[in-house]
């Protein structure tokens, strides 16, 4: 599987930025997608996964009720909505595909995109 993340970019504190992750390469449905964050100097954190059908999803709790992970399988690609941005949010972010669970399991990730949340 190939990914190929989109979408990030400077925003100011408060603002909103949609991510998005188109795959290739094998059946999309089959696979959880997840999107992780690195920030500078931090461990890669998971921020948002979901499920082959889209019927399941998880949010870590620093991005619940800010942030939406959704599919469109016909198009064979996740987005991550992300509203009420922070400075904490500035991160590469990475979506990965797996056929694990939620937060472990990811065999594919995509080359990540940058994410700047200025005050």
């Known amino acids: 599987v190939q990914l190929q993340a989109s979408g990030g970019g400077l925003v100011q504190a408060g603002g909103s930025l949609r991510l998005s992750c188109t795959a290739s390469g094998r059946t999309f449905s089959n696979y959880f997608m997840g999107w992780f964050r690195q920030a500078p100097g931090k461990e890669r954190e998971v921020v948002a996964a979901?499920?082959?059908?889209?019927?399941?999803?998880f949010y870590s709790d620093f991005v619940k009720g800010r942030f939406t992970i959704f599919r469109f399988n016909a198009r064979n690609t996740v987005y991550l909505q992300m509203n009420s941005l922070t400075p904490e949010d500035t991160a590469v972010y990475y979506c990965a595909a797996g056929t694990g669970s939620f937060t472990r399991g990811y065999d594919y990730w995509g080359q990540g995109t940058l994410v700047t949340v200025s005050s």
């Open positions: 979901i499920s082959g059908s889209g019927s399941s999803v």
